[in-house]
């Protein structure tokens, strides 16, 4: 076994010059890893979240839909649901949606035109939630009507760029806390108008088709630095 002292380490430049690197190194290396994270701010996939600095923020989103088309007569309900399940894999819940369409093309003229209420029964779901009324024509440029609940308070899904604050922060402002799991409810109706058909007591229009559609948006943040330059 050869025996080495500190000497023998520095009996020529070119040993002197190692040592000196090599120390160099050994006390730079861990200073560096150290330092970063809170000089760049924070990697997710790194699990530093706590360093402040400027993000690129961004949505990446999965959509889930159901959709049904019922038939109802004047004064005629339908009770449309909703399920929306906890996973994993699909995030966080952007917000639900209800879209209710329909076309009253089956009028004689003007001053007929069916129309369809809807209220809402959120009482199945977990969370804060107001119930919603709505109503609408079947006919114009936006037939029917809308409900939208937003379970992550003002979510848009649209990206944007933010500085001086920390994944963390940008984490807890996007999130659903939880919430909106469960039964989504509502109670349509249908209001049929149509004048009498020529044969006394015939109806020329006795019952309408609605289109119902039921949609949820999950999402997930894509969170990344940005840096002076970009």
Known sequence: MI?????????????????????AFLVIFPVYFAVMPSLIGDSVSGGFSSGSGTWSVAFEEDLVTLSETV?????????????????????????????????????PGPGFTDSADGVSDVSGVSGEFSDQ???????????GFTMRWDVTPNYSGEGYEVDGVSVNDIENQWSDN????GEWLVT???????????????????????????????????????????
């Open 71 to 107: 038939s109802l007569e004047d004064g005629e309900t339908h009770e449309s649901f909703f399920e929306v399940l906890e996973g994993e894999d699909e995030g966080r819940i952007g917000f639900v949606q209800i879209d209710v369409s329909c076309n009253d093309n089956d009028d």
């Open 3 to 23: 025996e080495m002292d500190f000497q023998d380490l520095v009996d020529s430049p070119r040993k002197v010059k190692t040592l000196v690197g090599t120390i």
């Open 188 to 230: 349509i109706t249908a209001e049929i108008s149509s004048p009498p058909g020529p044969i006394i007591g015939d109806i020329v229009d006795s019952d309408e088709d609605f289109d119902i559609t039921w949609t949820v948006v999950y999402y997930n943040l894509v969170i990344t630095p940005v840096f002076d330059g970009a």
């Open 178 to 181: 939880g919430t909106g799991i």
């Open 133 to 143: 009324s709505a109503s609408g024509d079947c006919g114009g440029g936006s037939p």
